[in-house]
């Protein structure tokens, strides 16, 4: 299926006024995200994603530090309202390239991050692969890229004119992005950091 085409709405709780769910603290091990007025609840993930999601950001902030910053910031789960009042989705990882990340950030930014990251698990892989990832585009997202711990593959994504299209797909190979010079992205040794860290855990 093509990515963003299946919008269905899965695993949500009835309508929640916005001003409400910027009150709402989730449950230890739940994630709430916030679409048109539903919320969406995602658990917490596997020890191998949660582990992906620190070996990515791991890449990223030595690149961060070896680039002083001229590129890009990377963040863990944090909010971007896509527009306020009408989402806020909180990518895996999200990496802003523009402007925004030389101004204070705080808890939220304004606006979809340049690259959205998912770590795709069974609970969210559906929406992954749909209602975010048709949102992402929307919104102006340039990249999307995912990952799957468990299978040791990634999908990464760039934006074309009518959706998006994958530049690199599969267990192995390298990938760079002209929003993050002198980067390179190997995915044999993504999922070595991950086995790594699995052993150590």
């Known amino acids: 299926m093509e990515l963003g085409a299946d919008l269905s709405l899965a695993q949500l709780v009835p309508r929640v006024p916005w001003e409400d769910y910027l009150r709402l603290e989730p449950p230890a091990g739940l994630r709430f995200e916030f679409d048109e007025g539903r919320l969406l609840v995602s658990p917490s993930g596997s020890e191998a ?4 999601i620190a070996v990515l950001l791991g890449i990223l902030e030595r690149y961060e530090e070896e680039t002083q910053g001229r590129h ?3 963040f863990p789960p944090h909010s971007f309202f896509m527009p306020p009042g009408e989402r806020d989705y909180q990518p895996d990882v999200g990496i802003i390239t523009d402007e925004r990340k030389d101004r204070p950030l705080g808890g939220r930014t304004v606006g979809a991050p340049n690259i959205a990251v998912e770590v795709l698990s069974p609970s969210t892989g559906k929406r ?3 209602l975010k990832a048709a949102r992402y585009f929307e919104q ?3 990249e999307y890229w995912l990952f799957d711990a468990e299978a040791r593959t990634a999908e990464l994504h760039r934006r074309g004119d009518r959706g998006w299209v994958c530049a690199l797909a599969g267990s192995e190979g390298t990938y760079e992005t ?3 010079p002198g980067l390179r992205l190997d995915l044999v040794d993504i999922w070595a950091r991950l086995d790594r860290k699995l052993r150590r855990a």
Request: charged share 20%.
């Open 178 to 180: 002209p929003l993050l």
């Open 72 to 74: 890009c910031v990377a």
């Open 128 to 130: 992954d692969r749909g």
């Open 140 to 142: 102006g997202t340039a």
């Open 49 to 52: 994603h949660d582990l992906l």
